[in-house]
Nanobody, 113 residues
Framework: QLQASGGGLVQPGGSLRLSCAASERIVMLNVMGWYRQAPGKERELVATSDSNSVTNYADSVKGRFTISRNMLKKTLYLQMNSLKPEDTAVYYC?????????WGQGTLVTVSS
């Protein structure tokens, strides 16, 4: 239902842009967000954006990551700058409307020299 892309290998200090597209079966999404799960750790919130484009960020990514969305195209983006090795994780796209929740398949981001 959600397709994430854009992950890859990047050096510390580098940038990546993740994208997430919702399938046509999903009519609308109120809140969309990015979560990540590092090896051996629990999944954690990275950033969210609601239907009014109000955003929320984890403290660890504030000032470095920017979430944005195209409401009409039901797409979500995450611009990641000044990447650090601790940002290495599988990043998941999430979307919610009412009692429904959708997850993307995850895209791996590896920050390493």
């Amino acid at each position: 239902q959600l397709q994430a892309s854009g992950g890859g290998l990047v050096q510390p200090g580098g940038s990546l842009r993740l994208s997430c597209a919702a399938s046509e079966r999903i009519v609308m999404l109120n809140v969309m967000g990015w979560y990540r799960q590092a090896p051996g750790k629990e999944r954690e919130l990275v950033a969210t954006s609601d239907s009014n484009s109000v955003t929320n960020y984890a403290d660890s990514v504030k000032g470095r990551f920017t979430i944005s969305r195209n409401m009409l195209k039901k797409t979500l983006y995450l611009q990641m700058n000044s990447l650090k090795p601790e940002d290495t994780a599988v990043y998941y796209c999430n979307g919610r409307v009412g009692s429904y929740e959708y997850w993307g398949q995850g895209t791996l981001v590896t920050v390493s020299s």
